[in-house]
């Protein structure tokens, strides 16, 4: 019997962010490949998201990170809404809300494997 993929909450593909209005609100959603805390950032941390078609940098202001700090430090795959800001030819999304989706991965490595055997 097939199991059904998940499916991801919508998001904007990476590969389209350069078509969004600065200061436009997006969700996009990908692993997370790099956490960033510099020291002198003031306590704003710095995610690098992936999806298939490539990356999108978002910014996490402090206050912003103290409500959704379980997400943004265990976080493997993350849904971020915020609004597009684009800075020396860079474009980041200015998180407004985060939610883990990671349970969604173990539902796609579940699905992906074939049936036990039935022992006994």
Same mark, same amino acid.
């Given at each position: 019997m097939m199991h059904p993929?998940? =499916?991801p909450p919508s998001a904007l593909i990476a590969a389209r962010l350069p078509e969004v209005p600065p200061g436009r609100r997006v969700a996009v959603a990908g692993l997370v490949i790099l956490r960033q805390r510099p /020291?002198? %950032? =003031? /306590? $704003? $941390?710095? @995610?690098?998201?992936?999806?298939?078609t490539g990356v999108v940098n978002v910014i996490v202001w402090r206050t912003l990170f103290e409500r959704y700090r379980r997400a $943004?430090? #265990?976080g =493997?795959?993350?849904r971020v809404t915020g609004r597009v800001e684009r800075q020396a030819g860079v474009i980041h999304v200015v998180a407004e809300e985060i939610e883990d989706i990671s349970p969604l991965l173990d539902? @796609? #490595?579940?699905? %992906?494997l074939p049936p036990r055997a039935q022992t006994g």
């Open positions: 993929l998940p =499916r /020291g002198t %950032a =003031r /306590g $704003v $941390v710095f @995610l690098t998201l992936e999806d298939e $943004v430090i #265990a =493997r795959l993350l539902r @796609l #490595a579940d699905a %992906a």
